[in-house]
């Protein structure tokens, strides 16, 4: 790539920033990137700030040096909040967070981010990299000099002639790239997809910045009380001999000294020491001894893993914890969280009561009822399930009396608890074994009975199954050995290399191609529900605070809780029915001080 000039600013020059600010005013678009110091927005520095103009006397870059003067992210403002001026990077996300956090501006849009295109476009292939370096490679074929030395370098002017030529080249490439990145997503009918996740980019920027509280003496006391039961139950383990000839405590977390003790002991030979392993020993000292080996696991995970990793010296100085969220981190478009994995942290009120509000704050806590058993009602098209929806009637119980066989009023808390199972498993035609294993029946003949009873009482689900099927077998490339699907609504692309979408020994992954539909439809919902939210709560104080799955969580002083309450309501039933007008969305929140208050 050629190197344009680089206009480095480093303190507050009036002429040459009134030059910029007639140079980026006279385009359509410009490039953003940031360099830092880490990948920490709250805790690393933001060092330059480079703009790419592409002016009509040719392509100028500014490298704004705002760690040597903070004052010039100011500047910034009128070309980050200027609503004509299309805004291209590459993963813009990043950039925001440190921007957002240090107030450069209130929002950053329109944007094009040519990560988020290389996302959609090869969403699931797996032998694909989304870098800068690897678009500009495969859209361009143009080699970039991405020295890895550099790219952790920037940590306070004076700058070299090669760390300003990285800038440079980082905003040279977005704009090379969005001419052909636009294109394919027109071919493949998703730029209003891609307009949509660039939309999203603020919400997810500010859950990022935002975060949870941490009630550290709640903390301090539930890692105390699962030290103790862990110190209970080890005793309760069997000694082992060491080499030496002394005896221990069998160790929980070594499988080599549990099969060894398995096999002398009880004469089992386990081909490894996984849940579902321990989990199936039927003999009775044996089991027994493999329940106590898996609370141990299980109290020694959550300690480790949901309590002393949020003490508050891992912490920001402010005591709350930020996850990092990936607005594309599955291939359906479900967003992920990292940093921590907030879908992981267990439900049970003694962990999701450590997750707070400020003080004189509350949280607001959304999530949608029955969310997919409603997208994959609609998508179906069966009429026996999108009846009952409209008309109130509870669905778990009309499903307890098809499978059991009961009148509707006569159907017990244990048959809805069941039915409860076969819905959400038999939307995804699970079968009869993992329907026995989730507790729906108590033998394989009861759990093929049940699945025949469920699809009889809704035949369009059957169907709808099997012309997914026939879809993917259609579309599966032989040749490549590639298949394809796309989400309905958004018409999100999703590739299917043959060992994600075929079992080695031939079958098809039938429960891959049911729930990816279902689970893209509810997410894409979900999306344009933050959009509508962040619109909605501009004029409050209330801040998004996390997404996982189909819940939203927002922080808000007291006195506006209800008011956000109503808000987030709305805004979660508009996001979803732009896709669903059969089915009714419900969507309820809750107002309290802490995330186990839902």
Not at 6 to 24: A, G, K, N
Not at 69 to 88: G, I, N, W
Not at 250 to 272: C, H, M, R, W
Request: proline content about 5%; glycine content about 6%; some cysteine.
């Amino acid at each position: 790539m050629t190197t344009p000039p680089i206009y480095y600013v480093d303190r507050y020059d009036q002429e040459l920033l009134s030059c910029f600010d007639e140079q980026w005013q006279q385009v359509p678009v410009v490039t953003i990137d940031c360099e830092t110091t880490g990948l920490d927005p709250v805790r690393d520095q933001l060092t330059l700030v480079g703009i790419g103009i592409p002016a009509k006397n040719g392509f100028q870059c500014w490298a704004f040096d705002v760690h040597a003067e903070p004052s010039l992210l100011q500047q910034l403002t009128p070309l980050l909040e200027s609503t004509t001026l299309l805004k291209v990077g590459h993963n813009l996300l990043f950039d925001w967070k440190f921007l957002c956090y240090r107030k450069a501006s209130e929002f950053l849009k329109p944007t094009f981010d040519t990560f988020i295109a290389s996302k959609l476009l090869y969403n699931g292939r797996q032998d694909l990299r989304h870098s800068l370096e690897a678009c500009v490679q495969r859209e361009l074929n143009l080699q970039m000099n991405k020295d890895p030395n550099l790219q952790i370098s920037f940590h306070g002017g004076p700058y070299s002639k090669e760390q300003l030529q990285y800038l440079s080249d980082d905003l040279v490439a977005p704009l090379l790239l969005l001419k052909p990145l636009q294109e394919k997503l027109e071919q493949e009918d998703m730029l209003m997809l891609a307009s949509l996740e660039n939309l999203c980019i603020h919400s997810f920027a500010e859950m990022s910045l935002t975060g949870f509280l941490i009630d550290q003496e709640a903390r301090g006391q539930l890692e105390e009380r699962l030290n103790e039961e862990l110190i209970v139950e080890r005793s309760k383990l069997p000694k082992v001999s060491k080499k030496d000839g002394s005896k221990t405590d069998l160790n929980f977390n070594s499988p080599k000294q549990i099969k060894e003790y398995f096999a002398t002991v009880f004469g089992l030979n386990l081909p490894d020491t996984a849940e579902s392993t321990l989990s199936g020993i039927r003999k009775n000292k044996a089991q027994e001894l493999a329940q106590l080996i898996l609370r141990c696991k299980e109290l020694s995970k959550r300690g480790d893993a949901f309590v002393a990793k949020i003490r508050l010296q891992d912490l920001h100085e402010d005591g709350r914890i930020r996850a990092n969220f990936n607005p594309l981190g599955t291939a359906s478009g479900r967003s992920t969280a990292s940093g921590p994995n907030l879908q992981q942290v267990p439900r049970g009120p003694e962990y999701r009561s450590l997750y707070t509000a400020s003080p004189g704050n509350v949280l607001v806590i959304c999530d949608y009822g029955q969310i997919e058993l409603r997208v994959a009602a609609e998508l179906a098209g069966e009429t026996q399930m999108i009846e009952a929806m409209c008309q109130g009637e509870d669905l778990h119980t009309l499903t307890a009396s098809k499978c059991f066989h009961v009148p509707v009023t006569e159907v017990t808390k244990e048959q809805r608890s069941k039915a409860k199972v076969i819905n959400f498993a038999l939307i995804y035609a699970a079968g009869p074994k993992l329907l026995m294993g989730m507790g729906a029946a108590d033998t394989l003949e009861q759990a093929e009975k049940i699945r025949s009873s469920f699809f009889q009482a809704y035949p369009k689900l059957s169907e709808f199954h099997r012309k997914l099927i026939r879809q993917v077998e259609k579309d599966f490339n032989k040749e490549s050995k590639i298949g394809k699907m796309r989400t309905p609504g958004s018409n999100r692309l999703h590739w299917f290399p043959q060992q994600d979408l075929y079992y080695d020994n031939g079958p098809l992954r039938k429960a891959t191609v049911y729930n990816r539909p279902v689970q893209g439809c509810a997410a894409d919902g979900m999306k344009i529900a933050l959009v509508c939210l962040q619109e909605k709560l501009r004029n409050t104080k209330a801040k998004l605070v996390a997404m996982i799955h189909d819940e939203v969580i927002v922080e808000c002083p007291a006195e506006e809780a209800e008011t956000v309450k109503d808000l987030v309501e709305q805004a979660m039933i508009e996001g979803m029915t732009t896709f669903f007008t059969e089915v009714p969305i419900v969507a309820e929140a809750t107002i309290g001080r802490s995330w186990a208050e839902k």
